[in-house]
């Protein structure tokens, strides 16, 4: 015989599994233990170990959750945090190693035009629209210094 539990369980398992991904977020953990308790056996109700423990786990669950939110939104700051930073290059000439097809490295220049975000990280753009990767520049000085022509 296929107990009330068991049955409800699967059905909100199979529900929860026609998802893309493979991972429980915490409202299916949530529905899965509502559909635990709302459907056990009333002579035989679920042990309170069993209860404080699945309780813990949803408590984790949302904790670690709430904290990669937490992390994400660190990161989004740090990355424009540091995209204002960058922002006192705009004007500065700079030269910077580049490597072409033939995997030879040149030293190419220019001046700096604006900054931005790719990727999560930050590159300057000449004036010419090449994109150039802070840890690739090997000189920075003003525009009028002649001691660097613009390529």
């Known amino acids: 015989m296929v107990s009330p539990i068991n049955s409800m369980n699967s059905v909100a ?5 026609g998802r893309k991904n ?8 949530l529905k899965l233990f509502v559909a635990q308790l709302t459907h056990q056996d009333p002579t035989s109700p679920l042990d309170s170990g069993q209860f404080i423990s699945q309780m813990a786990e949803f408590t984790s669950l949302e904790q670690t959750q709430n904290m990669g939110q ?5 990161v989004d700051s740090q990355s424009s945090q540091s995209l204002s930073d960058q922002a006192v290059m705009i004007g500065k000439r700079v030269a910077w190693e580049e490597d072409d097809d033939s995997g030879q490295t040149h030293l190419e ?3 700096i035009s604006s900054v ?11 004036q010419t629209g090449e ?3 802070p840890s690739s520049v090997t000189e920075i000085s003003e ?8 390529s």
């Open 13 to 17: 398992s199979d529900q929860v599994a």
């Open 22 to 29: 493979d991972t429980l977020s915490k409202d299916d953990f």
């Open 70 to 74: 937490a992390i994400d939104k660190f």
């Open 109 to 111: 220049n220019g001046i």
């Open 116 to 126: 931005t975000l790719k990727d999560g990280a930050v590159y300057y753009v000449t």
């Open 131 to 133: 994109s150039v990767h």
């Open 143 to 150: 525009p009028e210094d002649a001691g660097v022509s613009e």
